[in-house]
Each structure stands twice: as structure tokens, then as C-alpha cells.
């Protein structure tokens, strides 16, 4: 099933973040029927700074390449605000699609672009983000490549603003809306009472961020299609590793926690290691 015909269908699609293709791995292993590639998780784990558009264009085709290379299922993909204007924009999608994309979502934020639940963001303006939606459709080679087209007006020009760049959008040929950051419940209610009637849409919960965290059922009772947890994986390791470098340095020793790891052999059960090395042992020939 695409992920196109997926959306189109009940209960509400959850996507977990994921970083690089372990975490894809893990989550889809764990019944993920589609994963979120988080832009900001990849700046906080591969380069240990904050999502402030540090990272770039090239770096997330490459993490797309390899996690496709590690699992099949959909990728949703945070292409950021295409890394410039319309052919940038498109150019980005051509990148990201053959590397293994199945949806990519583009925001309307200009420079220096922020994650979408810091303050002081700036936006491009209405008709040019209406330009790179049309480009975006343009430049996929396939119609059940997503555009998912996001706004940041709510923190910058107000909710009915944000309202009206998400029509605009969806007039320039979105396949799914996004308003990013509804402060309230209401919000996110009158987010989809105004735009969920003809388009899927997308809800971002982000734990400690601007909208409050609700439930997928109930999401998908105010309206909403898909929910992504973009960066949770990444607060729940980095929480888990500072306390265990904590506890190394502090006991010279790993022991005390131990019954919160993996030990070798079950990693290496998790990764598939006796099954690679198997399939390695099935083309060796006899040696002359």
C-alpha cells in the first residue's frame, strides 16, 4: 500500500522520528507503519547543535540513502524550506525522491530558518512559498510522492493568516496541510475545522514544545490524518546516555546499568548480525 492510499485511510497514520537507520529499524520493528525523518533530529545527532538550518541538503539525502537501504517502510521527510528558492526546491525533491523519499514536507520559513517551536522565525512571503509548492509538484517523478506544505504564520503573522497561506497551498497543489505550532487544543480543533475538508492533515507533537501533546485517537477525532513524534527519540537517548555516562564515570564501571542495555549478543540479535553473516556465508564459493 502507498502511503498516499494509507493516509486515505482510518485509524490516524502515527510516524515516529527517527535519525539514521537504526532508529528506522527499531521503529519499524516495533509496527511503525510509517517513519518521520526529523531534520532537527539529525542536527542534534550528528552535529550536536540545535535546529537552526545547520544542516544540509546533501547530508539528508545521504541519511535518506542509507535508511532506505536498512528498511522499506514510508519515509515522511522534513525537507526544511527547500534549502533555497523554487529550484532549489526542486532539486530537493528530485534528491530526495530517488534517494528513497515517500513524502516530503517543505516550510515556509526564509533565513535563518528555526525549529518550528523556537521563537523569532521568519517567513518567506505568500507568493513565493505558493511558487515552491507548485515547483515541488512539479519536480517529483511520481504522484504518490507527497508534498506535505507546512506554515509558521501562527507565531509570526497569527492563526488566520496561517489559515490562508494553508489554503493557498492547497491551491497550488499540496497533497497535505500542516500548521505548525497551534497553541491550545482549540487550536488544533479549528485548524482542522477550517482545512480538513478536501486534504489530509498533518499534526507535529512535540514533547515541552507550543502545542500541547494529544493522544493519536484523539487527533484523529478533531480531524487529523497524520501525527509525527519527530524528536522524542532523541530526548528519550539523550536523557538515557547522560545518565549512563553518569554512571560510568562516577563507578568506573557499566554494571549498575546494565539491566538498561542491550548486551552484545542482543544488539547484535536487534541489527541482524547472525542473519548478515549467514547471507555472507551463502555466496562464498569454493575456494580454489
Known sequence: MTLKARLARKPILLAPGIYDPLTAALASDAGAEAVYLSGA??????LGRPDIGLVSMSEI???IALIRDRVATPMIVDADNGYGNALNM???????ERAGANALQIED??????????????????SDM?????????????????IIARTDAVAVEGFAAAIE??????????????????????ELAEVARAL?????????????GKTPILPASELEALGFSLVIFPGGIVRAIARTAQEFYATLLQGGTSDAFRNRMFDFDALNAVIGTPEMIALGKSYEGDKP
Open 165 to 186: 497561506r494553508a489554503e493557498a497551498y492547497r491551491a497550488a497543489g499540496a497533497d497535505m496541510l500542516f500548521v505548525e505550532a497551534p497553541a491550545s487544543r482549540r
Open 61 to 63: 539525502t545521504e541519511t
Open 109 to 126: 520559513q526564509s533565513y535563518p530558518k528555526r525549529c518550528g517551536h523556537l521563537a523569532e522565525k521568519r517567513l518567506v512571503s505568500l
Open 130 to 146: 505558493v511558487g515552491k509548492v507548485r515547483a515541488a509538484v512539479d519536480a517529483r517523478a511520481s504522484a504518490d510522492t507527497l
Open 196 to 208: 480538513g475538508t478536501s486534504l489530509p492533515l498533518m499534526a507535529n507533537m512535540v514533547e515541552g
Open 90 to 96: 526542486q532539486r530537493t525533491v528530485r534528491m530526495f
Open 41 to 46: 533530529a539529525i542536527a542534534y545527532t550528528r
